[in-house]
């Protein structure tokens, strides 16, 4: 498998839904995913329910994910409590939303930046300790731009990525939390996180609040990244970043890779399955996406059958 696909739907999605989705469906929902073939899905986030009632129960949600083989079952988690209850239920991997932005922090989890950085480097001496097997990233917010601070600059990011892979995170993801980002900016950040981190350099969590999703991810592609983070539908966006809407869709990156000859081990028809399920669930909410309405050429095949042939 060439490409990674992880779908962040379920936790970055409906975190911006109104309407919560009934944990029944969250199951079917995810289940689906998993048939279509994604292999690392971000089920939910280990938060407050009275800021975000939609993820009130992400502990069953991991335990009904927990029991789909080959799943990798990832979780958000804001600070160190959190990470605990992370912990106990058993998940793969864990991600810690780290703002460069310190305005955002403050906004998104109520941190300062040097609360943040502590509380990163106790959560890591945690799984160290009890949790080996647990992965632990960093997805550094706001990383190209940011609605409350205005420009971020690249500098910034890089430190604040540096920073983190001396905590001992395994991996650091740089995300597009407002949508500013364009391609010269995201291949040239992610060239230097390279530089600057080596194997921890991670994937792209990138947005199309403003129509450049796709035309990052080939920026990000030229940049060596292998990773990328994607909403089916493309519902979501960060609650606490004004105009934040728009991840990209799965269905549309997929196409995107698989038509570029890279495999992501996705079957887009399954994956169409999965997107009805989705739109069951959430009747009357807007689901975006360009091949949902279009449907795949004629002459299409998948990356992993042009090679067979």
Not at 287 to 295: H, M, N
Request: glycine content about 10%; hydrophobic content about 45%; some cysteine.
């Amino acid at each position: 498998m060439d490409i990674l696909v992880s779908e962040v739907g379920p936790r970055d999605g409906l975190q911006s839904v109104k309407r919560i989705m009934r944990t029944a469906d969250k199951h079917r929902w995810i289940a689906a995913l998993a048939q279509a073939g994604l292999r690392e899905v971000e089920v939910g986030s280990f938060v407050s329910p009275r800021a975000l009632p939609q993820m009130a129960d992400c502990a069953e949600v991991v335990a009904q994910a927990l029991t789909i083989e080959g799943l990798r079952v990832v979780a958000l988690v804001p600070n160190f409590k959190y990470a605990q209850q992370a912990f106990a239920a058993g998940v793969h991997l864990i991600t810690i939303p780290v703002s460069v932005s310190e305005p955002h922090s403050i906004s998104n989890i109520r941190k300062s930046h040097a609360e943040i950085i502590a509380d990163v480097r106790a959560i890591v001496a945690l799984r160290n300790e009890r949790y080996p097997s647990v992965q632990v990233d960093a997805g550094l917010s706001t990383a190209f731009g940011c609605t409350i601070q205005g420009t971020v600059p690249e500098d910034d990011t890089i430190r604040m990525a540096v920073t983190m892979a001396e905590c001992g995170v395994d991996v650091v993801n740089l995300a597009d939390t407002v949508g500013y980002a364009n391609p010269a900016q995201v291949k040239r950040l992610f060239v230097r996180l390279r530089q600057a981190v080596g194997a921890k350099s991670g994937g792209a969590h990138l947005h199309n609040t403003r129509g450049q999703g796709l035309a990052n991810v080939v920026a990000a592609l030229d940049a060596g990244v292998t990773t990328f983070d994607s909403s089916q539908g493309g519902i979501g966006g960060c609650p606490y970043a004004p105009g934040a809407t728009g991840n990209i869709v799965t269905e549309d990156l997929v196409f995107l890779l698989e038509s570029m000859g890279l495999a992501t081990g996705i079957d887009l028809d399954r994956l169409m399955a999965a997107r009805a399920v989705l739109a069951e669930a959430l009747p009357g909410e807007t689901l975006y996406g360009y091949v949902a309405q279009a449907g795949l050429p004629k002459d299409f095949a998948p990356a992993s059958a042009r090679r067979a042939a």
